[in-house]
């Protein structure tokens, strides 16, 4: 892995939240991908994301939490990672559900996850969410835009289809990883179009 970020404590560490849209996996392939890494994970996963885990996967919490560096509970806003004196990369929510997307526009924030994705905006520093809902009504693009003006980059998990792969397993490996390159994290297996 390579990484364009500072050498500094920031360019060790990303928080990964997990809220309770369908699509956990997307979160578990991002801890599992950065294990490879010398990147510092910071784990938040909403009660919700925990009650999708047995109808998705065969993850129970405690082997989600198992994956990163340091877990966080969702009601523990006195976190670290709740301070914007914590120095990170950012942070990544996937996948995002609109209720999440819809605090963190507002600022309205309810429990650690929001509040993370609050701090990474108030400090400057890169915050995705991948949204995952479908079909949009207008409130949730509004939602978006309101995120998106406010700093946070929308991006849903759309497969790439040029890779041609070969299952969901892969699928969800390369959306997981063209969010990593959005923080200048490039992973050898990432697969890039050609031309």
Not at 56 to 70: G, I, M
Not at 115 to 134: G, N, Q, S, Y
Request: aromatic share 4%; net charge negative; proline share 6%.
């Amino acid at each position: 892995m390579t990484t364009t970020a500072n050498s500094d404590d920031s360019a060790g560490r990303l928080v990964i939240g997990i809220s309770g849209a369908s699509g956990v996996l997307y979160g578990i392939r991002l801890l599992e991908l950065l294990a490879e890494t010398p990147v510092e994970t910071h784990l938040v996963i909403t009660k919700s994301a925990e009650m999708a885990l047995p109808s998705e996967c065969d993850y129970k919490p405690q082997d989600v939490y198992a994956l990163a560096d340091r877990h966080h509970p969702i009601r523990n806003v006195g976190a670290a990672i709740a301070s914007g004196s914590f120095q990170s990369l950012g942070m990544i929510v996937a996948p995002c559900s609109i209720r999440s997307m819809s605090e963190i526009a507002t600022g309205v924030t309810s429990n650690l996850l929001t509040r993370a994705a609050d701090v990474a905006l108030k400090e400057r520093r890169r915050l995705v969410l991948m949204v995952r809902e479908t079909p949009l009504h207008l409130g949730h693009l509004r939602t978006m835009v309101a995120a998106t003006e406010i700093g946070a980059i929308i991006a849903p998990p759309v497969p790439a289809l040029y890779t041609r792969p070969e299952n969901i397993d892969a699928m969800i490996t390369q959306s997981a990883a063209r969010l990593l390159d959005l923080f200048g994290l490039d992973l050898p297996d990432t697969e890039r179009w050609q031309g």
